[in-house]
């Protein structure tokens, strides 16, 4: 009598496994149909950073070189406007879409601002671009001091 109390145990343990297991049929593929959407949203919002970083990066370059060219000794706002807008159709044509570039000199400053919005990878998510440069106009003060 003992072999069949075995056999009838062994028969409600393998019977018990063959439920558990056959509960857990098509977890994986709902946790993936689940997972795979919110990664690659993931991955998208990681490329939409670095593509707004590089529009920046662009806006910053353009105000730079605009700035350079417009503080010379004579230098003018047409100048730096020609200067910065060179390097926007240069640079800005991938990551920085419709750059507005202003050029102001006075007497003694200049400033130049770079307005833009960067590409979009994600459906929805406008970026704005914002740079800006300033520094004094450049003068020649000739050496007043006296010759040893």
Same mark, same amino acid.
């Given at each position: ?5 075995? $056999? ?39 490329? #939409? ?8 990066? =662009?806006? #910053?370059?353009?105000?730079? #070189?605009?700035?350079? +060219?417009?503080?010379? #000794? ?6 730096? $406007?020609?200067?910065? $807008? ?16 202003? =050029?102001?000199?006075? +007497? ?5 601002? =770079? ?34």
């Amino acid at each position: 009598m003992p072999a069949p109390s075995i $056999r009838s145990r062994a028969h409600v343990l393998a019977e018990r496994v063959r439920r558990a297991l056959r509960g857990d049929r098509g977890e994986a593929t709902v946790e993936l149909v689940l997972a795979t959407p919110l990664l690659l949203l993931a991955l998208l919002a990681i490329i #939409q950073f670095a593509v707004w970083s590089h529009a920046t990066h =662009v806006a #910053q370059a353009a105000a730079s #070189q605009a700035l350079a +060219a417009a503080r010379t #000794q004579d230098g003018t706002t047409s100048a730096g $406007r020609a200067a910065g $807008r060179l390097l926007l159709d240069d640079l800005a044509a991938g990551p920085l879409r419709d750059p507005d570039l202003t =050029v102001s000199r006075g +007497a003694a400053a200049v400033s130049v601002s =770079v307005r833009g919005e960067a590409a979009t990878v994600l459906p929805g998510v406008h970026l704005h671009v914002h740079a800006e440069a300033s520094g004094a106009v450049e003068r020649f003060l000739p050496d007043t001091t006296p010759a040893p």
